[in-house]
């Protein structure tokens, strides 16, 4: 049995990849493509955000599963915002601690469901051995405590000292590292990250420390978010570099291939910035939890900007009947909004203020891309969507009726989701935006389709053009293994 190396490459456009693998800037990936197969068109989540499609890829399901709802979400037990890191401001306003330990503890530890098992998991019960470098999900079977190695891990350590769960070589910034490799990432720094995960990589691999490995390459989320999408095939190409760091350690490109069944994805995509979207504006009427709102006892909403996407909580138990509609009604008038999502009853109802109303539920007559049954009501152009002989295609919204599902259906989403219209966004917390570069979230084709390229894997049955979702993933992995 080959080893497989993972790489996701974060929010990486197929186009972007395309035109960096066409100017010969990325080797290692087109080499991959040459071997094996690319696809332009792997769905994320819906939220589009990282924390939602990174568990995706890492559990094989989306988030009526994994629980995980989004960048910003509200838990309700504890009647508190989570943030996993939208921006240092947003931080700052909702805690800095909480935040740094609902990212790597409580994440991993008590927000994902115990009931739907990672791929570091199954792997691990299978005796695969498992390595992971940074990534948001890393549960899974060997424990793995604080690293003492450096005078600033040994300061961080003052907030991070419990052990975790991790897969067999866990190396997560420079907070757990199961052995000393002397990579460094600057705890995380970004324009550090995917180099630390290089340098990881290729050590393991040198030494034969692993089967699986899942190597993170997140820096090109970071510079799209800067500088736009269309600035990708530089970032793409520097990740590239640290792919082949990997291939150098093991003989090269082609030596690599020859061992390694190899699979590179994208958790989202990015779409272009141009405007912002006033959330809070929209509701000021309203009793808001938050900084510079209601205290929670009095508030009436929770509001949760996921960048191209927001999440609108009811707060008073009693009153959400009559609360959702009033929500519904405000957010139809606020510029900016493509579609809003919410449940009544049994049905999922999807909204456009421009285009009407579609109902749907679960189970029915027609069938989408990926043959999930469906029953479906209303105007179809609320999702510019089309039915014929039973099939039903939203190629503007694609995976539209199963994302939107997972969404509403997750125990931990909110009330009711909006999706921004293309060239706009939701500021975070602390006011923070990518206007003038790129950003993801939304339900939109532009930023919810990625790029996916793999070779020596199989592809899972029933995908294809038009099927492909980042929750293949995990099934290739574990079929290659024979752990699926």
């Not at 186009?15 to 990936?29: D, F, I, N, T």
């Not at 935006?433 to 990625?450: M, N, P, Q, R």
């Not at 979702?469 to 293994?481: E, K, R, Y």
């Amino acid at each position: 049995m080959t080893r497989l190396l993972l790489v996701v490459l974060d929010g990486a456009k197929p186009s972007m990849m395309e035109r960096a693998v066409q100017r010969g800037e990325a080797p290692a990936l087109a080499a991959i493509m040459e071997r094996g197969a690319f696809v332009p068109e792997l769905c994320a989540a819906f939220p589009s955000v990282t924390p939602v499609c990174a568990t995706a890829i890492a559990t094989g399901t989306l988030q009526d599963r994994h629980h995980i709802a989004g960048m910003n979400w509200w838990k309700r037990d504890e009647r508190r915002y989570v943030e996993y890191g939208s921006s240092f401001r947003a931080a700052r306003k909702l805690g800095i601690a909480k935040q740094l330990t609902d990212t790597v503890y409580n994440l991993n530890g008590s927000h994902l469901s115990r009931e739907t098992p990672t791929v570091y998991e199954t792997l691990d019960d299978a005796g695969v051995r498992t390595a992971g470098t940074t990534y948001l999900v890393y549960r899974g079977r060997h424990e793995h405590a604080v690293s003492r190695e450096t005078a600033l891990t040994r300061l961080a350590g003052q907030l991070f000292r419990k052990p975790v769960l991790g897969p067999r070589e866990l190396f997560y910034a420079d907070i757990f590292a199961s052995r000393q490799t002397g990579c460094r990432s600057q705890m995380g720094l970004p324009g550090i990250r995917d180099q630390h995960s290089g340098c990881v990589g290729a050590w393991l691999a040198a030494r034969d420390l692993y089967d699986f490995l899942l190597l993170s390459l997140p820096d090109n989320d970071t510079h799209s978010h800067k500088n736009g999408p269309h600035a990708q095939p530089t970032s793409i190409a520097a990740a590239d570099q640290q792919i082949m760091r990997v291939a150098d350690a093991v003989g090269g490109i082609d030596r690599l291939l020859d061992t390694h069944a190899v699979v590179v994805c994208a958790d989202h995509s990015h779409a272009a910035v141009e405007r912002t979207i006033d959330l809070r504006g929209a509701f000021s009427e309203w009793a808001v939890a938050g900084p510079g709102g209601s205290a929670v006892d009095e508030a009436e909403l929770a509001l949760c900007p996921n960048q191209r996407a927001a999440m609108v909580y009811g707060l008073v138990e009693e009153a959400r009947p009559a609360t959702i509609p009033r929500v519904v009604e405000a957010a139809a008038a606020i510029p900016g909004v493509d579609v809003m999502a919410y449940r009544d009853g049994e049905d999922a109802v999807v909204r456009a203020p421009a285009r009407g109303e579609l109902r749907f539920r679960s189970g029915g007559d027609v069938r989408d891309a990926r043959g999930n049954a469906w029953t479906v009501a209303g105007d179809l152009e609320a999702l510019n969507a089309s039915v014929s002989d039973g099939a039903f295609a939203s190629p503007d919204y694609p995976d539209a009726l199963r994302r939107v599902w997972a969404a509403l259906t997750c125990p931990t989403s909110g009330d009711v989701l909006l999706s921004a219209a293309p060239g706009y966004e939701f500021p975070d917390w602390g006011g923070g935006d990518h206007v003038g570069g790129g950003s993801h979230g939304s339900l939109h084709h532009s930023d919810s389709l990625g790029a996916l390229a793999f070779c020596g894997v199989d592809a899972p049955a029933g995908t294809g053009p038009g099927a492909w979702s980042i929750t293949d993933v995990a099934p290739m992995v574990l079929a290659h293994f024979g752990a699926a």
